[in-house]
């Protein structure tokens, strides 16, 4: 079974630049999850879809962060603009409906100058 | 918003060497889970423990959950270079609606 892939692997961006970052679950898992960890930190919710609803955003800093998961399958997650603390790892996770763990993906590495 | 603490923040041990990690909160927590972390990769699922009192074995790793559902143990017993990891606990709040990470516990395991 193949797990959730993320790309790009790595970011590098000035502030103020726009960046997106793509995930795309294990098949089947109908809940999506977007995690900001930056260094030194546990991981934070952004965004939790359910197929291609958002159950909880809270979290998510919606004057630059936008996601979208249109299909229920693959996601996006978009800055725009980029501030210097917007530097982490972003993590997608995904899991099956009505269960609670989640697989990650390798997470995308944004690096703000 | 539920808090999950996690102590030591940083462990270095030598391989062989038993230690135990601990995760806690003021909240009661439906369920909790262990994740472990290394570098450049995203957390892995160890464990879900769910009723108060709980323990689980995972070969050499141990996993307890408090008795009022607040507070989680991970032992290693004779820890081997390959446990080295970022361990984080997670968990829901008892209703079930927030999801959240502790900061975790860096583990280096010298040979």
């Known amino acids: 079974e193949a797990g959730v892939a993320q790309s790009p692997r790595y970011k590098i961006i000035e502030k103020r630049q726009s960046v997106a970052f793509w995930c795309n679950p294990i098949?089947?898992?109908?809940?999506l999850y977007w995690y900001q960890q930056i260094l030194g930190q546990g991981p934070k919710l952004l965004i939790q879809?359910?197929?291609?609803?958002?159950?909880?955003d809270s979290q998510l800093p919606k004057d630059r962060f936008s996601a979208e998961r249109l299909k229920g399958v693959d996601s996006t997650l978009k800055i725009q603009p980029a501030k210097l603390e917007d530097s982490a790892v972003y993590l997608c996770?995904?899991?099956?409906?009505?269960?609670?763990?989640?697989?990650f993906g390798p997470g995308t590495r944004l690096t703000v100058l | 918003t539920q808090l999950l603490e996690q102590s030591p923040q940083f462990l270095s041990i030598q391989e062989g060497e038993n230690l135990t990690v601990y995760c806690n909160s003021s909240s009661v927590f439906s369920s909790l889970q262990w994740y472990r972390q290394e570098p450049g990769e995203g957390p892995v699922l160890l464990v879900t423990?769910?009723?108060?009192?709980e323990v689980k074995k995972l070969k050499r790793l141990t996993f307890q959950f408090g008795d009022a559902r607040k507070d989680s143990s991970l032992h290693i017993t004779a820890a081997q270079t390959g446990d080295t990891g970022l361990y984080l606990c997670a968990g829901f709040d008892n209703y079930g609606q927030n999801f959240v990470f502790g900061p975790g516990t860096r583990l280096s395991v010298l040979p």
């Open positions: 996770a995904s899991s099956p409906s009505g269960r609670r763990e989640q697989f």
């Open positions: 879809f359910q197929n291609n609803g958002v159950v909880d």
């Open positions: 423990v769910v009723t108060g009192g």
């Open positions: 098949s089947g898992h109908a809940t």
